[in-house]
């Protein structure tokens, strides 16, 4: 898996949007950009995941450069609930799954 | 679907007995995967299966861990004789599409 490197934390006002970027510069082309987000003392959650389109869903917005080395995760109206580790991780699965965490952001949303 | 069930969620345990945790994955998930959460390591890949079968168990720790998938619907991790520093949370996912996992609630293992 490629290295991926993250802010250690964010803050953000609730109502406005977060986007948390995460650099991925060794990225090969197989490499998917995964987002997790795990909050207190809960399993981690899927949050959306793309190779080289920009994607949404209903959670959030992925938006990789056109070169791949970094993407932005957006939450659009960030909420109290939305704090939380956020995990950017970059991994061929091919039909496996295997992914590994590193630190991720701790994005702390505040009124 | 009741998502990924892991049990006990708490466990406390004295140095040298035995420990066992269990998952049961989302029905119809061919990937299982065991992950261990400390402060000092973060998320830890111990070892997945697929269809029942353990593919790659490289992050586990040592000898005292075992894992096991008698069938699609249940899986046990086993450790002994367990030791303090093997406390943390253990966390338990399965998949069916690529690089989306279902992560349980956790076990949290103390181990005195």
């Known amino acids: 898996d490629a290295k991926t490197t993250q802010p250690t934390s964010m803050d953000c006002a609730e109502g406005r949007a977060a986007n948390l970027p995460c650099n991925h510069s060794?990225?090969?082309?197989?490499?998917?950009v995964y987002w997790y987000r795990q909050i207190h003392s809960q399993g981690p959650q899927y949050i959306i995941h793309g190779l080289k389109n920009n994607e949404t869903n209903e959670m959030a917005s992925l938006i990789i450069t056109e070169d791949r080395k970094s993407s932005t995760l957006i939450l659009p109206h960030a909420t109290l609930r939305d704090t939380a580790v956020y995990y950017c991780?970059?991994?061929?699965?091919?039909?496996?799954?295997?992914?590994?965490f590193g630190t991720g952001t701790r994005l702390q949303v505040t009124l | 679907d009741a998502g990924v069930i892991q049990s006990p969620r708490h466990e406390v345990t004295e140095m040298g007995q035995e420990v066992t945790l269990r998952c049961k994955p989302i029905?119809?998930?061919?990937?299982l995967f065991w992950y261990r959460q400390t402060m000092m390591r973060g998320l830890e890949l111990l070892i997945y299966?697929?269809?029942?079968?353990?593919?790659?168990d490289s992050g586990m720790p040592e000898d005292r861990f075992s894992a096991k998938m008698p069938n699609a619907s249940f899986s046990t991790l086993k450790i002994q004789p367990s030791e303090p520093r093997d406390s943390a949370v253990y966390f338990c996912?399965?998949?069916?599409?690529?690089?989306?996992?279902?992560f349980g609630s956790g076990t949290q293992l103390s181990v005195l």
């Open positions: 060794t990225i090969s082309g197989n490499e998917y």
């Open positions: 996912a399965s998949s069916l599409a690529r690089g989306k996992l279902f």
């Open positions: 029905s119809g998930h061919d990937y």
């Open positions: 299966f697929n269809n029942n079968v353990p593919i790659d």
């Open positions: 991780i970059a991994s061929y699965t091919g039909t496996a799954s295997k992914l590994t």
